[in-house]
């Protein structure tokens, strides 16, 4: 079946600083994939649509300034969380569906990733 | 504009009971429905959906859903829960012609032995 792999799992990071989270698509083509952000105890919120070849969608609301997302193959989508602060840790979470399926394939989600910003 | 309403934040159930995890969702036009489940600090793991055909849907590990157009609720059932049940489960929609999952808060399940 379809898989999403997501590198780092979890990653600390220094106020002030950038960090980089991949998303690849590990045996199917992606030109969709579907960053989330997930706070504690609650729900998964759409931050953005990475579109391969084009610029990202972003939610509203979600500053893409400060969430940098690049989507340059049709395996991979990054989200460079950029000059974090302690307010942007929480748990990051791409998902993917195959290209020409649709929501009819299904979204296949990565693991995850932790970010805390000390 | 697309809803998900998941009425329980947590179901407690003995293991070998009846499992049910509540789901309502409001959406224009056909809806397309889906369920996930998630283990501690780990991705969404799907379980099934709904796409068109028998609104009774059966998925992964047991689970089955039934999809109910007048009362706009897909709740998802398992006739014999067990312990590794416990984790937290999301219901989503989708609307035809769109592609961007919206989830509801998600029920935390807690099977005990």
């Known amino acids: 079946g379809a898989v999403v792999s997501q590198h780092p799992s979890w990653v600390i990071c220094k106020s002030g600083t950038s960090v980089k989270i991949e998303c690849r698509s590990l045996?199917?083509?992606?030109?969709?994939m579907f960053w989330y952000r997930q706070f504690p105890k609650q729900s998964l919120m759409l931050m953005a649509t990475?579109?391969?070849?084009?610029?990202?969608?972003?939610e509203q609301g979600v500053e893409k300034d400060k969430f940098l997302i690049n989507h340059a193959s049709l395996t991979l989508s990054t989200l460079t969380v950029t000059s974090a602060h302690p307010e942007d840790s929480s748990f990051y979470i791409c998902s993917a569906t195959p290209r020409g399926q649709g929501f009819v394939g299904g979204y296949t989600f990565g693991s995850g990733t932790r970010l805390t910003v000390v | 504009a697309q809803s998900v309403a998941q009425p329980e934040d947590q179901v407690n159930v003995a293991e070998g009971n009846p499992l049910t995890v509540k789901c309502t969702y409001s959406v224009s036009g056909n809806p397309y429905l889906f369920w996930y489940v998630q283990y501690p600090n780990r991705g969404l793991q799907f379980l099934l959906k709904?796409?068109?055909?028998?609104?009774l849907v059966k998925g992964s590990y047991g689970f089955e859903a039934e999809f109910n157009k007048s009362q706009t609720s897909f709740h998802l059932k398992k006739p014999s829960a067990l312990v590794s049940d416990s984790a937290l489960y999301f219901c989503a929609v989708i609307k035809a012609a769109g592609n961007k999952l919206t989830f509801g808060g998600g029920t935390r399940v807690l099977v005990k032995p």
């Open positions: 045996d199917f083509q992606a030109t969709t």
């Open positions: 709904y796409i068109t055909g028998d609104n």
């Open positions: 990475s579109n391969e070849g084009s610029k990202a969608t972003y």
